[in-house]
């Protein structure tokens, strides 16, 4: 048996593709993309594409990617949706980035505890909320940092693009490997086990489902809420986007934020000449200027 051939990014030659796809092709989509979701995709993301928009083409029993770009050309139908669910990327964990969680439950709450006294009020909102682990972990982080503390009115707003992972995440279920790397007494403590045909899996507690807000939301579209919130987290999503995007995003982050409220980011992102509203405090960790 012959080699299988190779392109240097790692996918097949375009002769043994299942479906012709042009560098036209490739560059309408990402043009698509970037007017839709603000993500900009690079060229190493070209097979990442093919594989994806395939499975909706054999799934629309489509043979040519031109037929699909007419299809989600037409933004009164129902492919847009599928379109951006495919492309976008979700890849997240129960505390991810824990220092951002360290920093929440020891200098943030006790921080707000006593900054909003008098509206009892506290607001967070997990900006691509992805399966909903993030969302989930700042509910455990607030519920530990406030065990003692009754009457106040914490919410968390949990937002994606992609509506399957945003169903996912209201749902809560997720399998026990999930949950491996985290203490056996925040396990007992925050999520149920399943029996029977939930064998395997661990449902969230109530407690952290009443907490949170999931809701499907383009981050270039327009935005319902009005806040004030106290800590946005806009982790690994910023990544995407080209600086202008972003400047623009940061611009409303800025917005929307109370007088000295933080934002979060991911490992490998950062404000540096994208705004001027924030003030770097600590690790990906950033606190508007008021």
Not at 24 to 47: C, E, P
Not at 242 to 260: C, G, I, V
Request: charged share 30%; net charge positive; aromatic share 10%.
């Amino acid at each position: 048996m012959g080699e299988t051939a190779f392109d240097l990014d790692g996918g097949k030659n375009e002769k043994e593709r299942e479906f012709h796809f042009t560098e036209r092709d490739f560059n309408q989509i990402r043009d698509y993309v970037k007017a839709h979701t603000g993500i900009k995709l690079s060229d190493a993301k070209r097979n990442m594409v093919y594989s994806r928009l395939s499975r909706r083409l054999r799934q629309l029993h489509l043979t040519k990617f031109k037929d699909y770009l007419e299809l989600i050309s037409d933004e009164s139908g129902d492919e847009l949706g599928h379109f951006i669910n495919a492309i976008t990327t979700n890849l997240t964990a129960f505390f991810r980035e824990i220092h951002h969680f360290d920093y929440l439950k020891q200098t943030i709450v006790p921080h707000l505890l006593t900054a909003n006294q008098a509206t009892r009020r506290i607001r967070i909102w997990s900006a691509g909320c992805s399966t909903g682990e993030e969302p989930y972990s700042i509910a455990i982080t607030l519920k530990e940092a406030m065990a003692n503390v009754s009457g106040w009115d914490v919410k968390i707003l949990a937002t994606d693009l992609d509506t399957n992972v945003v169903a996912h995440a209201k749902r809560g279920v997720y399998s026990v490997e999930r949950v491996e790397d985290l203490p056996e007494s925040k396990v007992r403590k925050w999520f149920r086990k399943g029996r029977g045909d939930q064998s395997g899996s661990v449902k969230v507690s109530p407690e952290l489902q009443e907490m949170i807000t999931f809701k499907n939301l383009n981050l270039m579209g327009a935005w319902p809420m009005k806040g004030p919130f106290d800590v946005i987290f806009c982790r690994n999503v910023v990544i995407y986007f080209d600086k202008e995007t972003q400047r623009r995003l940061f611009d409303r982050y800025a917005d929307h934020l109370s007088p000295n409220g933080h934002v979060f980011l991911g490992h490998s992102e950062s404000l540096f000449k994208v705004s001027t509203r924030f003030k770097l405090i600590g690790s990906t960790m950033y606190q508007r200027i008021s």
